[in-house]
């Protein structure tokens, strides 16, 4: 592939939009994260995408279904299952003033990719070996009964790397907003995508018109509340949306944080909504041990002990691997009911 000392340069061209999108049309959050990608890549020719069956089979779950058509063989490049090379790769192509965006089949074997992801990527600004445009993406969670290897949110295996952006959006316009503004960061950016919430009709949604863009590192009330302090992200979000409709009932009014991007973690939001309701719930799917729950309660620690009126408790999945049988995977994952008993025991306190 051929390129030139400073980098492609952007399309001045309006950008077309993919078959799918359609003015005022309601889009599921996987269509929203396809117009995205296919928008920057319409928009600026640095971005190229690198993954396993994303150019003539489409991806695994349709997600990039007509973009080798589209863009050709150079910018849709099918990858070996390979994940630590083609990430190696990635980075090769940001150092020649590409913008890589790497798909990986499932987020569970970016495992695979750790070495160049910590060692290499996160530190290249840090050893002034320039920036590092580059997103890695993929779909991540359990609820689908995928199993141990297609159901890990692997965000705290890389949470402690500085030098990485990890974006986890829950809605379809912030998975397209946060996504377009990683794909033009500077930086290297995780980001994961629940598949469970991929074609969720709930989630269906009309996108803002125009260049939709969402800074990383803010946090947005999903549910204003007085009460409870939720701090969530992800697939988490919509279930503790459900608990708090049923605490209402009973005059509980939990406010819902969504994180939308761990790091950087908006610290501010977390500590001033505490500073209003006087107590934190945090939920997250993660595993309990070393879960984010312990660095936002230890942040709130530093910052809000005094307005809090409650001990700080948190709602996660167990410290064990994703089993696949239904009922154990509910079991495993936190539910509703969960959420609504900490809820109610925090607002009792």
């Known amino acids: 592939m051929s390129t030139v000392s400073d980098g492609p340069q952007a399309s001045t061209q309006a950008p077309q939009t993919p078959a799918s999108a359609a003015p005022g049309k309601p889009v599921t959050f996987l269509e929203a994260i396809r117009e995205a990608l296919w928008e ?8 190229l995408l690198l993954g396993e069956d ?3 089979y489409g991806g695994a779950f349709k997600l990039t279904e007509g973009f080798l058509a589209r863009f050709g063989a150079e910018r849709v490049i099918d990858t070996p299952i390979s994940e630590g090379g083609f990430t190696g790769a990635a980075a090769g192509a940001a150092h020649m003033g590409l913008r890589p965006v790497v798909e990986m089949q499932f987020m569970d074997f970016v495992a695979s990719a750790y070495e160049p992801l910590t060692n290499y990527i996160a530190t290249a600004r840090w050893r002034q ?15 689908v009964r995928g199993g141990p290897f297609h159901s890990q949110n692997p965000e705290m295996a890389f949470f402690h790397t500085p030098g990485l952006k ?3 959006p829950s809605t379809a316009s912030d998975a397209k907003g946060l996504l377009k503004s990683a794909i033009r960061d500077d930086d290297p950016v995780l980001f994961l995508e629940h598949k469970k919430l991929y074609r969720l009709p709930a989630l269906r949604e009309v996108l803002p018109s125009g ?6 590192g803010k946090a947005r009330v999903h549910r204003p509340g007085t009460d409870v302090t939720v701090v969530t992200y992800g697939a988490m979000v919509h279930e503790s949306q459900k608990a708090a409709e049923q605490l209402a009932g009973e005059g509980i009014e939990l406010e819902i944080l969504d994180l939308r991007t761990l790091l950087p973690l908006d610290e501010d939001a977390v500590v001033d909504s505490v500073r209003k309701t006087g107590r934190l719930l945090v939920v997250h799917e993660d595993t309990r041990t070393g ?3 312990g660095e936002i309660a230890m942040r709130v620690s530093e910052r ?32 509703v009911a969960d959420i609504v008993a900490a809820g109610r025991y925090l607002a009792a306190y």
């Open 40 to 47: 920057e890549m319409e928009r600026d020719p640095a971005v």
């Open 54 to 56: 994303i150019g003539a």
């Open 129 to 143: 070996a320039g920036t590092l445009p580059l997103v890695v993406r993929g779909p991540v969670g359990g609820g």
């Open 166 to 168: 990890i974006v986890y």
């Open 211 to 216: 260049d939709h863009l969402l800074p990383l």
């Open 291 to 293: 879960g984010i729950a």
């Open 304 to 335: 809000a002990f005094e307005w809090l009126d409650a001990p700080m408790l948190r709602v996660t999945a167990i410290d064990a691997p994703v089993p696949f049988a239904a009922a154990m995977e509910d079991y495993f994952l936190p539910q």
